[in-house]
Structure formats: structure tokens, C-alpha cells
């Protein structure tokens, strides 16, 4: 095949994924592994990680190992044909959506996504987790399935995640308007006695004592407004 037909044939796919292509959606295109090799060595592309390329040309953003590994799970499927819920999918979570979201300082090499169902992984720097997703719980970033700020928070307090963390990544989550102060009181309850608050499903106190641990005065109390006087 010729350099410009391949070319051509690719383009439908990295116009729409971020300047990417799977070799499974190559080869669904017509373009087998030894032409796709050679565009390669020519420099037409740059492997990103095992089954997965991208153009050369393509603007390279601080999302392109989670977009490339959110395209593997369902590696033949054009991303454009995909739900936000996708069964044969994912959807980033956890540390790697903090950070898209810009939220935390947390250290992880790893991407993470949430799977529907169980699934597994022979990348080390890949950690697959199995949880059912409400759309409620999922935004996208660019394109790109990531939890929400709120679920984030939420997945993170189930691992136990250091309160300190999850305290910076709560207050930066209010301040760029991400969350809502109430209803993450209403919805961390659960994990109050995992952070040593003593009563149990007590949103508030737990929300309290993580925001204590970075100093934090709690200045969300002053935003609601004060109670009617009979």
C-alpha cells in the first residue's frame, strides 16, 4: 500500500482520537501491521505504548498515556462510536483523574480507569478497577471519560487515600466550583469511621477533621446563609 493511501486511511481515525490510532483500527481500516511498522520507521508515527500511535504531528498533551490507554480497552472501536458508559470500556478514575482534573499532588505512575466488569492488565503502569458508573459520575476532559470531581474524592476516600491528600484535593475542588460543599458532606459520610471520626456516617466531622489536617478554617460555613430568626 502506498504511503498517501495509508496515510488517508489512518487520518479518519487520528482527526477524531487525539492524533491516535490503534493498530487493531488500522487493520480494520486496511492497514496492516507491516505498513503501519513502516510509517513508523519513517517517521509518520511514534509508538505511545504497545498496539497504540500517533501522528507525529499530533499536539502532545499531559493526557496522552490516559488516552492512549482508555483507546486500548476497546481497541477496535472508533472513540466517536463509544457511550460515555462504555460496557467494553472504561473510564479514568482515581489518581489519574485528580490529576486531569488538576487537583492534588498525588505520586502515581500508574493510569487508572474503572471498568463495568473485571478485567485485567499485563502493564504494570496500568491498574484496572471494577466498579458500575452512574453517567452521573463520569465527565469528560478533551474528549475523554473521567470521573467527576465528586466521585473522584469518593473513590479516593475508599482506598484509604492519605487525609491530607484528599483534603487539598477537596479544597482545590471548591474553590474551582467542582464540587458542592453539602452534598459532599452528604455523600463522604460512609467513610467517616475509616478517618478516625467517631460518629459513624457523620459527613461533616470527617469533612472537618481532613481540611484540619492542611490548616484549613472550613471558610465554606460563611458562603451559606445564616438561619431565619423566628
Known amino acids: 500500500m502506498k504511503t498517501s493511501d495509508a496515510l488517508l486511511r489512518l487520518s479518519a481515525f487520528t482527526s477524531a482520537q487525539w492524533g491516535m ?3 487493531r483500527q488500522a487493520k480494520g ?3 496492516d501491521g507491516v505498513t503501519l511498522h513502516r510509517l513508523e520507521k519513517v517517521g509518520h508515527f511514534d509508538r505511545v505504548r504497545h498496539g497504540v500511535y500517533a501522528a507525529t504531528t499530533a499536539v502532545v498533551t499531559e493526557a496522552r498515556h490516559e488516552q492512549a490507554v482508555w483507546l486500548m480497552l476497546n481497541a477496535a ?5 463509544r457511550p460515555l458508559l462504555d460496557p467494553d470500556g472504561g473510564v479514568i478514575s482515581h489518581g489519574s483523574a485528580a490529576r486531569l482534573h488538576g487537583l492534588g499532588e498525588l505520586v502515581d505512575d500508574q493510569v ?9 492488565s499485563r502493564d504494570p503502569n496500568v491498574r484496572l478497577m471494577t466498579a458500575r458508573l452512574l453517567e452521573d459520575d463520569v465527565t469528560t476532559i478533551d474528549g475523554l471519560p473521567v470521573t467527576t470531581a465528586l ?4 473513590d479516593l476516600l475508599d482506598q ?3 487525609g491530607s491528600h484528599i483534603a487539598t484535593i477537596i479544597q482545590e475542588a471548591a474553590k474551582a466550583n ?4 453539602d452534598v459532599l458532606e452528604k455523600r463522604i459520610g460512609p467513610y467517616a ?3 478516625g471520626v467517631r460518629r459513624p456516617g457523620d459527613g461533616e466531622a470527617l469533612l472537618d477533621r481532613l481540611l484540619a489536617e492542611i490548616g484549613d478554617s472550613v471558610p465554606r460555613r460563611a458562603q451559606r446563609p445564616a438561619p431565619l430568626r423566628p
Open 160 to 162: 484509604r487515600t492519605d
Open 29 to 31: 481500516a486496511g492497514v
Open 21 to 23: 490510532v490503534t493498530s
Open 77 to 81: 472501536e472508533p472513540a466517536w462510536k
Open 112 to 120: 487508572v480507569l474503572t471498568t463495568p466488569r473485571r478485567r485485567t
Open 193 to 195: 469511621l475509616r478517618y
Open 151 to 154: 466521585r473522584t474524592i469518593l
Open 178 to 181: 467542582l464540587v458542592s460543599i
